[in-house]
């Protein structure tokens, strides 16, 4: 399976902008890229997803290389509710590889 | 139906005893997956169905391990002969099949498992 990259933590002021970035350096043509995030004691929940062009909807951006080789995750203005483990898969029939996500803090 | 539900949300028992786990996935929804996560680690991803049929099974799931969706609906993770290292998260996610490389997966809140 592919697999993706992440930090394994940052840190964040609340109200600023967030951008957690994610390499996934052996995709392939058809994976689609997913974050999730998970908050302590729940299960995960999705975030966003793409394939080659920039998404947005109410929680997040979406920012994907032209190479599609990396993508970022983008909060616009982080709040303390964000802090979570944030996760970037690579989705291959639904079967997802999760690495070790990204634990995001925010700092009031 | 509000969502994925599994039962018991946890479970402590003693090495060598048998467990079982329930999902109920979102009605709709004719997939089904069983991840297992140990703290501080990504889910790791166990097995899925499609309907009633169990179409991939990791190596992670030994013999000891058996799961089973006989009507399509609600699924059940069994664990037989525990060991201290099954302690763990086990969370069920359910999905549209025809949505597998663009849908979401949804998950539950986990069934946490610690074997003494």
């Known amino acids: 399976d592919a697999k993706t990259t992440q930090p394994n933590s940052m840190e964040s002021n609340e109200e600023e902008p967030v951008h957690l970035p994610c390499n996934h350096s052996t995709i392939s043509g058809t994976d689609y890229i997913h974050w999730y995030r998970q908050l302590p004691s729940q299960g995960p929940e999705y975030v966003i997803h793409?394939?080659?062009s920039n998404v947005n909807n109410r929680m997040a951006s979406l920012a994907i290389a032209e190479d599609r080789k990396s993508s970022t995750l983008i909060l616009h203005r982080a709040t303390l509710r964000d802090a979570a483990v944030y996760y970037c898969?690579?989705?291959?029939?639904?079967?997802?590889?999760f690495g070790d996500g990204t634990t995001l803090t925010v700092k009031p | 139906d509000t969502g994925v539900s599994q039962d018991p949300r946890h479970k402590i028992t003693k090495r060598g005893q048998n467990v079982t786990f329930r999902c109920d996935p979102i009605s709709e929804h004719n997939r089904l997956y069983w991840y297992r996560q140990t703290l501080g680690q990504g889910p790791e991803f166990l097995t899925y169905f499609q309907n009633e049929a169990q179409l991939e099974k990791s190596r992670l799931l030994s013999d000891r391990f058996s799961a089973e969706r006989p009507k399509g609906s609600f699924s059940t993770l069994e664990i037989q002969r525990t060991e201290q290292g099954d302690s763990a998260m086990y969370l069920c996610?359910?999905?549209?099949?025809?949505?597998?490389?663009?849908?979401?997966?949804?998950f539950g809140e986990g069934s946490r498992l610690t074997v003494l």
């Open positions: 996610a359910s999905s549209f099949s025809h949505l597998v490389q663009t849908g979401e997966l949804f």
């Open positions: 793409g394939l080659t």
């Open positions: 898969i690579l989705s291959n029939a639904g079967k997802s590889t």
